[in-house]
Protein backbone atom coordinates (compact mmCIF):
# COMPACT_ATOMS: atom_id res chain seq x y z
CA UNK A 1 0.00 0.00 0.00
CA UNK A 2 2.78 2.72 0.88
CA UNK A 3 3.91 1.56 -3.06
CA UNK A 4 0.64 3.18 -3.91
CA UNK A 5 -0.09 0.45 -6.16
CA UNK A 6 -3.21 0.79 -8.01
CA UNK A 7 -3.99 -2.90 -8.55
CA UNK A 8 -2.24 -3.56 -5.02
CA UNK A 9 -4.97 -0.92 -3.37
CA UNK A 10 -7.90 -2.18 -5.42
CA UNK A 11 -7.29 -5.76 -5.16
CA UNK A 12 -6.79 -5.19 -1.15
CA UNK A 13 -10.36 -3.50 -1.19
CA UNK A 14 -12.05 -6.36 -3.29
CA UNK A 15 -10.25 -9.07 -0.69
CA UNK A 16 -11.76 -7.18 2.31
CA UNK A 17 -15.13 -7.47 0.45
CA UNK A 18 -14.70 -11.10 0.11
CA UNK A 19 -13.85 -11.02 3.52
CA UNK A 20 -16.80 -9.57 4.74
CA UNK A 21 -19.42 -11.50 2.29
CA UNK A 22 -17.85 -15.11 3.44
CA UNK A 23 -17.92 -13.86 7.20
CA UNK A 24 -21.92 -12.59 6.62
CA UNK A 25 -22.09 -15.95 4.27
CA UNK A 26 -20.93 -18.51 7.27
CA UNK A 27 -24.29 -16.76 9.42
CA UNK A 28 -22.73 -17.99 12.51
CA UNK A 29 -21.70 -14.58 13.79
CA UNK A 30 -23.90 -13.02 16.77
CA UNK A 31 -24.83 -9.60 16.04
CA UNK A 32 -21.92 -8.14 18.15
CA UNK A 33 -19.60 -9.73 16.91
CA UNK A 34 -20.98 -9.43 13.35
CA UNK A 35 -20.64 -5.55 13.58
CA UNK A 36 -17.39 -5.48 15.40
CA UNK A 37 -15.78 -7.09 11.96
CA UNK A 38 -17.89 -5.22 9.48
CA UNK A 39 -17.07 -2.47 11.25
CA UNK A 40 -13.51 -2.93 11.90
CA UNK A 41 -13.52 -3.85 8.01
CA UNK A 42 -14.42 -0.59 7.41
CA UNK A 43 -11.90 1.02 9.50
CA UNK A 44 -9.46 -1.13 7.31
CA UNK A 45 -10.85 0.02 4.32
CA UNK A 46 -10.24 3.76 4.97
CA UNK A 47 -7.08 2.79 6.11
CA UNK A 48 -6.32 1.37 2.85
CA UNK A 49 -6.58 4.72 0.98
CA UNK A 50 -4.90 6.80 3.91
CA UNK A 51 -1.92 4.60 3.94
CA UNK A 52 -1.55 5.26 -0.01
CA UNK A 53 -2.71 9.03 0.17
CA UNK A 54 -2.20 11.97 -2.72
CA UNK A 55 0.43 9.79 -4.41
CA UNK A 56 -2.07 7.07 -5.28
CA UNK A 57 -4.79 9.97 -6.26
CA UNK A 58 -1.83 10.99 -9.01
CA UNK A 59 -0.96 7.69 -10.24
CA UNK A 60 -4.74 7.18 -10.52
CA UNK A 61 -4.44 10.29 -13.00
CA UNK A 62 -2.27 8.76 -15.70
CA UNK A 63 -3.93 5.47 -15.41
CA UNK A 64 -4.71 5.79 -19.36
CA UNK A 65 -1.50 5.59 -20.95
CA UNK A 66 -0.34 3.22 -18.90
CA UNK A 67 -3.25 0.33 -19.12
CA UNK A 68 -2.36 1.33 -23.42
CA UNK A 69 0.94 0.44 -22.65
CA UNK A 70 -0.41 -3.01 -20.82
CA UNK A 71 -2.96 -3.91 -23.26
CA UNK A 72 -0.49 -3.56 -26.36
CA UNK A 73 2.01 -5.91 -24.37
CA UNK A 74 -0.68 -8.40 -23.46
CA UNK A 75 -1.61 -8.97 -27.10
CA UNK A 76 1.64 -9.71 -27.83
CA UNK A 77 1.92 -12.19 -24.96
CA UNK A 78 -1.19 -13.75 -26.47
CA UNK A 79 0.51 -13.94 -29.59
CA UNK A 80 3.63 -15.34 -28.55
CA UNK A 81 1.52 -18.00 -26.55
CA UNK A 82 -0.09 -18.99 -29.79
CA UNK A 83 3.19 -19.81 -30.89
CA UNK A 84 3.92 -22.29 -28.18
CA UNK A 85 0.56 -23.57 -26.65
CA UNK A 86 1.54 -26.78 -25.49
CA UNK A 87 5.07 -26.98 -23.94
CA UNK A 88 5.06 -23.15 -23.99
CA UNK A 89 9.03 -21.16 -23.45
CA UNK A 90 10.34 -22.50 -20.16
CA UNK A 91 9.28 -21.02 -16.97
CA UNK A 92 11.12 -18.17 -16.16
CA UNK A 93 11.97 -17.01 -19.73
CA UNK A 94 9.51 -14.10 -19.80
CA UNK A 95 12.56 -10.95 -19.62
CA UNK A 96 14.32 -13.63 -22.92
CA UNK A 97 11.30 -14.12 -24.55
CA UNK A 98 9.29 -11.19 -24.62
CA UNK A 99 12.27 -8.52 -26.82
CA UNK A 100 11.67 -11.25 -29.53
CA UNK A 101 8.02 -10.20 -29.86
CA UNK A 102 8.07 -6.87 -28.86
CA UNK A 103 7.15 -3.86 -31.68
CA UNK A 104 5.91 -0.58 -32.10
CA UNK A 105 3.45 -0.62 -29.92
CA UNK A 106 5.14 -0.40 -27.07
CA UNK A 107 8.17 2.63 -26.38
CA UNK A 108 11.47 1.98 -26.84
CA UNK A 109 12.59 3.17 -23.97
CA UNK A 110 10.16 0.92 -21.46
CA UNK A 111 11.45 -2.12 -20.33
CA UNK A 112 9.15 -4.93 -19.34
CA UNK A 113 10.59 -7.57 -16.99
CA UNK A 114 7.19 -8.80 -16.23
CA UNK A 115 3.61 -9.15 -18.26
CA UNK A 116 2.19 -7.73 -15.28
CA UNK A 117 -0.61 -10.38 -15.37
CA UNK A 118 0.65 -13.21 -13.71
CA UNK A 119 -2.09 -15.46 -15.63
CA UNK A 120 -0.94 -14.65 -19.36
CA UNK A 121 2.89 -15.08 -18.23
CA UNK A 122 2.45 -18.42 -16.94
CA UNK A 123 0.50 -19.50 -20.22
CA UNK A 124 3.62 -18.27 -22.06
CA UNK A 125 5.85 -19.70 -20.00
CA UNK A 126 4.36 -22.96 -19.00
CA UNK A 127 2.10 -23.50 -21.99
CA UNK A 128 -1.52 -23.84 -21.88
CA UNK A 129 -2.12 -27.48 -20.38
CA UNK A 130 0.31 -26.82 -17.55
CA UNK A 131 -0.44 -23.24 -16.75
CA UNK A 132 -4.21 -24.44 -16.94
CA UNK A 133 -3.53 -27.12 -13.84
CA UNK A 134 -1.65 -24.41 -11.94
CA UNK A 135 -4.85 -22.31 -12.43
CA UNK A 136 -7.19 -25.23 -11.37
CA UNK A 137 -5.02 -26.01 -8.33
CA UNK A 138 -5.43 -22.78 -6.56
CA UNK A 139 -9.14 -22.78 -7.84
CA UNK A 140 -9.34 -26.37 -6.07
CA UNK A 141 -7.55 -24.52 -2.69
CA UNK A 142 -10.38 -21.71 -3.12
CA UNK A 143 -13.23 -24.61 -3.33
CA UNK A 144 -12.30 -26.24 -0.17
CA UNK A 145 -12.41 -23.08 1.47
CA UNK A 146 -15.93 -22.23 0.48
CA UNK A 147 -17.09 -25.68 1.21
CA UNK A 148 -15.50 -25.37 4.91
CA UNK A 149 -16.70 -22.25 5.44
CA UNK A 150 -20.33 -23.97 4.55
CA UNK A 151 -19.81 -27.03 6.46
CA UNK A 152 -17.58 -26.29 9.45
CA UNK A 153 -19.26 -25.35 12.67
CA UNK A 154 -16.54 -23.71 14.58
CA UNK A 155 -13.23 -22.14 13.36
CA UNK A 156 -14.70 -21.28 10.16
CA UNK A 157 -12.27 -17.87 10.42
CA UNK A 158 -9.89 -19.92 8.87
CA UNK A 159 -11.25 -20.99 5.42
CA UNK A 160 -12.71 -17.00 5.39
CA UNK A 161 -9.50 -15.60 5.55
CA UNK A 162 -7.95 -18.28 3.01
CA UNK A 163 -11.02 -17.56 0.43
CA UNK A 164 -10.40 -13.56 1.02
CA UNK A 165 -6.46 -13.70 0.18
CA UNK A 166 -7.24 -15.72 -2.74
CA UNK A 167 -9.78 -13.60 -3.99
CA UNK A 168 -6.87 -10.58 -3.41
CA UNK A 169 -3.83 -12.32 -4.92
CA UNK A 170 -6.06 -13.30 -7.42
CA UNK A 171 -7.25 -10.11 -8.42
CA UNK A 172 -3.83 -8.59 -8.33
CA UNK A 173 -2.72 -11.17 -10.68
CA UNK A 174 -4.44 -9.67 -13.47
CA UNK A 175 -2.62 -6.84 -13.17
CA UNK A 176 0.91 -7.36 -11.68
CA UNK A 177 3.29 -10.05 -10.58
CA UNK A 178 2.69 -9.80 -6.60
CA UNK A 179 2.73 -13.83 -6.79
CA UNK A 180 6.46 -14.17 -8.22
CA UNK A 181 7.66 -11.93 -5.65
CA UNK A 182 8.94 -14.93 -3.02
CA UNK A 183 7.50 -12.90 0.03
CA UNK A 184 3.93 -12.63 -1.15
CA UNK A 185 3.91 -16.38 -2.56
CA UNK A 186 5.02 -18.29 0.69
CA UNK A 187 2.82 -15.78 2.75
CA UNK A 188 0.18 -16.60 0.45
CA UNK A 189 1.01 -20.30 0.49
CA UNK A 190 1.45 -20.17 4.30
CA UNK A 191 -1.95 -19.09 5.16
CA UNK A 192 -3.87 -21.16 2.25
CA UNK A 193 -2.20 -24.31 3.44
CA UNK A 194 -3.70 -23.81 6.93
CA UNK A 195 -6.91 -22.52 5.84
CA UNK A 196 -7.29 -25.65 3.83
CA UNK A 197 -6.22 -27.76 6.57
CA UNK A 198 -8.86 -26.15 8.52
CA UNK A 199 -11.75 -26.23 5.78
CA UNK A 200 -12.60 -29.92 7.37
CA UNK A 201 -14.81 -31.42 9.96
CA UNK A 202 -13.07 -32.49 12.67
CA UNK A 203 -14.87 -35.88 12.23
CA UNK A 204 -13.50 -36.21 8.81
CA UNK A 205 -9.86 -35.21 9.45
CA UNK A 206 -9.92 -38.00 12.81
CA UNK A 207 -11.84 -40.75 10.64
CA UNK A 208 -8.78 -40.00 7.73
CA UNK A 209 -6.63 -42.98 7.14
CA UNK A 210 -3.83 -42.61 8.89
CA UNK A 211 -4.91 -40.34 11.21
CA UNK A 212 -4.20 -40.56 14.49
CA UNK A 213 -7.22 -41.96 16.93
CA UNK A 214 -9.23 -38.98 19.36
CA UNK A 215 -7.31 -38.16 22.29
CA UNK A 216 -4.32 -39.97 20.65
Not at 9 to 17: R, V, Y
Not at 67 to 82: E, K, N, P, Q, S
Not at 85 to 98: H, S
Amino acid sequence: LLTASRGGTFSALFGLLVLAGAFFRAGALPDRPASIIAGSIVVAGVLVFALSGEHLSKRLEHLDPEMDGRAAVYTIVLGAVADAPVLGAGYGTFPDVFPLYRDASIAHTARWEAAHNTYLENLLELGVPAATALFASIAACARICWLGIRRRRRHRVYPIVGLAVTALVAAHATVDFSLQIPAVSYAYAFLLGIACAQSFPSEARISAPGSPAPGA
